[in-house]
């Protein structure tokens, strides 16, 4: 076990709002471009993904993920505001964030 | 050094934009738009297409700003489209009849431009009509002309929008194309006046760069706000903000367009409006089993698949899902408390065990084209359902042919209205839009009680969703563009400006102090407290004095560590503002009123007929001024008696 721990003040919020997937992010900053408040900020490293700085001021209008050309990009409401369902015919129970969750629903919206 | 420099050290991460508090930049136009969201779209179109040159103004990013920036499903008051069977003036003396103290010109100009604005943005681009195909057959689907049609279907008064999640990247490439000059990031601090006096004509505005702090002076004939109208003056919630804010409370609407009106010496009427909502702690926008807007009318059954029923505007038991998209005998459908429900003795149901909580959303159960309407073309173009709603909904396995998605749990008195995001919580109010929201008195030239200053949108108190923005913003910005052709140079007050520079930078100047989150902690508790749910004359004036207090101590030792913070620093001003302005307005409404969700324990009688008016306020010479206007003035002299005389007198078309 690694004993070389940091002193980390509590986050603002209790949750991150936007994920980025490194890998899949290209540095565009498209996302920190169309944000209507300024969630996301450039890093300081061309082409690194942006720093999340602001989740507390997200607004969760997913216009970034929207905007984010590589799919890197997930935009997440938090556990306290996960919602649930019932299948019609069976009575079974599913929810957003569920452990084993059924397969995605891959229709496009309208238009 | 400032305590997180201290803290810090050598790790502290500097700030990624370059910043330049110092530079002040100059620009020149014939028309400044504020606020980029629909209204301000339109108007700067519409002002560039009549020969203006125009700058449009906006604090976070044009291409998706403003309530509508993530999408929009609905489109209001489309009298003129084929199909309708309302005529403006019917749909305006029915607005009115329902929402007494809604102004009649900004609700009978949507009803003559709406549907004109729509194809507007049709040929920018946005494909409203069913142009796939996809709900051929549909009963809300006109097949001749590809039209979808909301909440009522013989009427046919509102449109569903395909496209409505891409109309304000269509919109700003308009503008890019028109050559707009756009100012993205920068928000607006003040109105510029003649003279640097308040109360004389509008000359010009301020503003700052939310990433870089440079200033900016925006010399112009003709001024525009269409910056919303204020949310969040009473909850600031640090657990739980954005993902349940309805998706009218866009974040960067602080009621900056108000404070400056009102420094200005502009006009407001109606500001003593608000009401309870649950805020920051409700569910995400849509995202829940309910059957009311954007789920109209889905069906909801009871945690044992029981289903409830619904009535129509007359308390009739209807049998089918059809005749809920019916208007009730002789209702011409454009008020919604006219409209299809469920059962008004809900609450008494659900208390006596007849309906078992949780109730759920039954899609699965809808008719096909209604089902996919609402989850597939209202819910996934809306506003804050693309990706928050449909795109993570689904791909967490969420089928609506199969899945009834789960209504909120509430205590049952809070079902009197059907599902809905969480239960009001009475200290947490909103005057914000979607509401009766106080603005400025505007006339009908959308012109304010400034010289060269209109107003549209929320801001001129057209409050009827995209459609009400889109109409009355394009109608202001032909209206300023020809104030303009026809105005003398002017000249900016350096004096004014200094001021102005003095006022904004003041925060950046401090490295401790007061944080902008406790300022406005603070600023929405006296909300809460002071201008409640229930007021009174010493309990508003108590208000008052805390304001002026937290004016002098804590706000004036207020911090800014950078661009960021000194926008939300100046947001708080702008909420203070309103927030006085709202006491004021409240203290002179010596009168409650049920249209006004207006309660005073000094005055209980509601809406007796001497306090049938519209009550109004300014600030004259450092001073309040209390006025008065009557409920129809729009049909009074020095207006014409009639809607359609207004209109073609005014309308510059």
């Not at chain 2, 305590?3 to 050598?10: D, L, N």
């Not at chain 2, 200033?215 to 600031?236: C, E, N, Q, R």
Request: glycine residues 10%.
């Amino acid at each position: 076990m690694e004993n070389k721990v940091y002193l980390v003040p509590n986050p603002s919020m209790p949750f991150q709002a936007i994920t980025i997937d490194p890998d899949l992010c290209t540095g565009c900053n498209s996302c920190v471009d169309v944000c209507r408040v300024d969630v996301l900020f450039p890093n300081k490293k061309k082409g690194k993904p942006p720093m999340v700085v602001y989740p507390d001021e997200c607004w969760f209008c997913g216009c970034c993920q929207l905007h984010c050309p590589s799919k890197a990009l997930r935009m997440e409401h938090p556990l306290n505001q996960r919602v649930g369902w019932k299948r019609k015919a069976t009575g079974e129970y599913f929810r957003i964030g569920m452990k084993n969750p059924p397969p995605p629903n891959t229709r496009p919206p309208v238009g | 050094m400032s305590k997180y420099e201290q803290t810090a050290g050598e790790n502290a991460i500097e700030w990624p934009y370059p910043v330049d508090y110092d530079k002040e930049n100059e620009v020149s136009a014939d028309v400044v738009v504020l606020g980029g969201g629909l209204a301000g779209c339109h108007a700067a179109i519409n002002a560039a297409r009549r020969g203006a040159k125009v700058a449009l103004v906006e604090k976070g990013a044009v291409i998706r700003s403003g309530q509508a920036g993530s999408g929009i499903d609905h489109w209001y008051f489309v009298c003129k489209a084929p199909g309708s069977k309302v005529s403006p003036e019917a749909a305006t003396e029915t607005t009115l009849k329902s929402e007494p103290f809604d102004f009649g010109h900004t609700v009978y100009i949507p009803c003559m431009e709406s549907y004109d604005a729509l194809l507007d943005i049709e040929k920018m681009g946005v494909e409203f009509r069913d142009v796939d195909d996809e709900f051929a057959g549909a009963p809300f689907r006109d097949d001749k002309t590809k039209i979808m049609f909301a909440y009522d279907y013989v009427n046919n008064h509102t449109i569903r929008l395909r496209g409505g999640a891409k109309m304000k990247p269509a919109l700003y490439n308009e503008l890019q194309r028109l050559g707009v000059a756009i100012y993205d990031h920068v928000m607006a601090t003040s109105l510029l006046t003649e003279g640097g006096k308040p109360g004389a004509r509008v000359v010009g505005a301020t503003g700052v760069n939310i990433r870089t702090g440079e200033f900016y002076v925006f010399k112009a004939k003709a001024t525009i706000l269409t910056t919303s109208v204020p949310a969040a003056l009473w909850i600031f919630s640090t657990e739980l903000s954005g993902a349940g804010a309805f998706c009218g409370a866009e974040p960067n609407m602080a009621g900056d367009g108000n404070a400056m009106g009102w420094q200005a010496g502009a006009e407001f009427t109606t500001m003593e409006y608000s009401q309870s909502t649950s805020g920051g702690f409700s569910y995400p926008n849509y995202g829940v089993g309910n059957a009311g807007n954007t789920w109209f009318a889905c069906s909801i059954v009871d945690a044992n698949g029981k289903e409830v029923p619904w009535v129509d505007g007359h308390g009739k038991i209807l049998k089918t899902v059809e005749e809920r998209y019916l208007p009730a005998p002789g209702d011409n459908g454009i008020s919604f408390r006219n409209r299809p429900r469920l059962i008004p003795d809900l609450v008494e149901r659900i208390s006596k065990g007849e309906f078992v909580l949780p109730l759920y959303a039954d899609l699965p159960g809808m008719p096909k084209h209604e089902r996919r309407a609402i989850w597939g073309l209202m819910v996934g173009n809306e506003g804050k359902t693309r990706i928050p709603v449909y795109d993570l909904y689904n791909r967490s396995g969420f089928d609506p042919d199969k899945d009834m998605l789960q209504a909120v749990v509430m205590p049952p008195d809070a079902y009197a209205m059907g599902p809905g995001y969480g239960p009001a919580v009475r200290q947490w109010r909103d005057s914000g839009p979607g509401f009766t929201a106080g603005g400025f008195v505007v006339d009908w030239d959308l012109n304010t009680t400034l010289e060269g200053l209109y107003a549209a949108g929320n801001t001129g108190r057209s409050r009827h969703g995209g459609a009400g923005a889109s109409s009355t913003g394009r109608y202001a910005g032909r209206k300023a563009a020809s104030y303009a052709g026809k105005s003398r140079q002017l000249v900016i007050d350096k004096k004014q400006v200094q001021a102005e520079k003095a006022r904004v930078y003041a925060p950046v100047k401090r490295k401790d102090g007061v944080g902008w989150r406790e300022l406005q902690a603070g600023l929405c508790r006296i909300m809460q407290d002071y201008c409640g749910e229930y007021k009174s004359k010493d309990v508003l004036e108590a208000g008052l004095r805390w304001f002026k207090s937290i004016r002098e101590s804590e706000a004036s030792r207020v911090y800014a560590r950078n661009p960021h913070e000194l926008k939300k620093v100046l947001e708080c001003f702008s909420r203070l503002t309103c927030g006085e302005m709202i006491m004021h307005a409240s203290l002179a409404r010596k009168a409650s009123s049920q249209a006004l969700n207006f309660n005073r324990i000094d005055y209980p009688e509601k809406d007796p007929p001497e306090w049938k008016k519209f009550v109004t306020i300014k600030q004259e010479s450092g001073k309040v001024k209390v006025g008065e206007l009557p409920m129809n003035f729009w049909l009074l002299p020095p207006y014409a008696p009639t809607y359609a005389e207004n209109y073609r007198l005014h309308c510059d078309l």
